[in-house]
């Protein structure tokens, strides 16, 4: 081999080192830049990691999450359950109470319809009660009380002792004797040992009506009548309905004596009338007396 051949060659093999070490340097500084870029990625993964440190935490956060809302759900699912169990009973007491309405209705409507009959009955009752009074008086017309005689003042025979006594007490001159019927003492008889014990009142039927006016006039004229210096009183015998009625007035008719106003007197059945400068006055209750003692 030629001399300038081996220095062609020996050029060439030096220029391709040269060429190799230059693609060396390319390759590292290629390989230096990759790794460079690599370490800027993770520095910025890192970066990314600092400034959001829950990054790692939000699978956890989307767990709770899940699990909060599932949570949710069956607290949803048990309060509509509930509301609808509540709005079932609130349908069942709507139901009763639509029920217990329309029974209320009934019964009220029952009440009205029994008021109405009650109102009829007690005026039904009233007026029998007021018939009964009447008819008992009417079978008590012959009849006279006779209050204040001593007890056993008229012995076995009362009969025989009022028509002896009666006119001669009341200074009465009969065309004709009169006749006692029967005659009786009302209530229990009093206690031995009692001497302050009322006398009971006595009770005489007389056979006619004419000699019950007789009397009854002959005591008013007489005005006082005594027995053993003992005052009796004559009254018309009444059912036990008209005399308490009659025995309301008692307090109004004190009043109006204490007034001066003595002249009044009942009228069957159970009427006052007031006589008041030269003017009568008839009342029907005491109220309505007493009233009128307040007007003057």
Known sequence: MSGKNVKDKAKKEKKKARQDGEHLEVE???NIQ???MANEDDLD?????????DKNSNQDIMKAILS???GLYKKIDGVQATIADVKKQIQDCTGRIEHAEQRISDVEDDVNKLTSKVSTLESTVKSLADKVDDLECRSRRNNVRLVGLPEKTEGQDATAFLEKWIPEALNMEPREGLVVERAHRIGAPPSNDSR????????????NFKDRERVLKAARTKGQVLYQNKPVRFYVDLS???HRMQRDYDEVRKKLRDRGIH???IIFPARLLVTHKERSHAFQTPAEVDRFIQSL
Do not use: N
């Open 28 to 30: 590292e500084a290629s």
């Open 68 to 70: 909060l809302k599932s």
């Open 240 to 242: 036990a309905g008209v």
């Open 45 to 53: 993964e890192a970066d990314d990691e600092i400034l959001d440190p």
């Open 263 to 265: 002249k009044h007197r």
């Open 34 to 36: 990759i790794d460079s």
């Open 196 to 207: 302050t014990a009322h006398p009971r009142t006595l009770i005489m039927k007389f056979l």
